[in-house]
Structures are given as C-alpha cells and as structure tokens.
C-alpha cells in the first residue's frame, strides 16, 4: 500500500511538474524593454543559476536560450541585445531588451535553478513590443486678430 502511494506522489509530481506563472510585459520600439524575474536570495550559499530562453519554459533548461548566468556573472550571451543589468548577487535577474524591435515580441521563460527535484522557479512571459505612437495632429498656431 505504501509503494503503491509512493509512486503515486512520484507519478503526480513528474505529470505536473514545477509550477509555472506568466506575466505579460509591453514595449514600444526602438525603447529598452526590461522583463521581471527575481528569486530569494538569504544568503552566498543561495545564489544560483539561471537562463532565459525563447518559448515558454521546458521541463528542464531553457529552449532557445539567449542568456545564462552561474547567479555571479552572465556565462552565456546570444546577443548584446540580451542583457542582465540588475544586481545578480540579490536575485535580480530581470532580462533588458536593449532597443526593442517588433520581432522580439513573443514568449520568453526566466528559469531559476533550484537545488532539489521540481524546486526551479519559471516564469513565462508575454512580450509585446508595438510601434511607437505618431501623433498626426498638425500643432495648433494660435493668434489674436487686432481691431482698431
């Protein structure tokens, strides 16, 4: 009976997974566009890494990966465009898109590494970028008529 309960849990917790929220992020182009992730940090021992990938996150890793960080540096870089500018040290691992185009809109993972089974943090978010807003009003010239 215990076996049989066991290999439930273990059948349950493979099915399902780690839970994984998303959030929606939107940017105008030719801006930089910053995407929210952060994990706790307590202490050095807790510092971990992490990925952001294209796509909604995997069961393991990230799909498509366009930065990597060991939770002290940025080990894995697809592009200058990627950028992590939040301090990495405190759990701020939020993704910079530096001036954001049209075609980076789309699904984007931030998967933090938890030590354990099933323990990662994912995050998937939607990223919308759109076209800057162009006013088409023609500016306004005011003047006074004088009479005599």
């Known amino acids: 009976m215990l076996s049989h309960i066991c290999l439930t849990w273990v059948l349950l917790v493979l099915l399902t997974g780690s839970t994984v929220s998303e959030l929606l992020v939107i940017g105008e182009v030719g801006q930089d566009l910053t995407v929210p992730c952060r994990y706790s940090v307590q ?3 807790s510092v971990t890494s992490m990925c952001w ?3 909604r996150c995997p069961s393991s890793k990230c799909s498509q990966p366009i930065i990597w960080t060991n939770g002290w540096r940025v080990t894995e870089q697809h592009s200058s465009r990627y950028q992590l500018k939040g301090d990495l040290h405190r759990g701020d691992v939020s993704l910079t898109i530096v001036d954001a185009r049209e075609s980076d809109s789309g699904t984007y993972c931030c998967r933090v590494e938890i030590p354990g089974w ?3 943090q ?3 978010h939607k990223v919308v970028v759109k076209k800057a807003r162009i006013s088409t009003a023609s500016p306004h010239t005011y003047t006074s008529e004088q009479t005599s």
Do not use: A, K, M
């Open 53 to 55: 990938g294209r796509g």
């Open 122 to 124: 994912l995050i998937n």
């Open 43 to 45: 202490d050095r021992n």
């Open 118 to 120: 099933f323990n990662d």
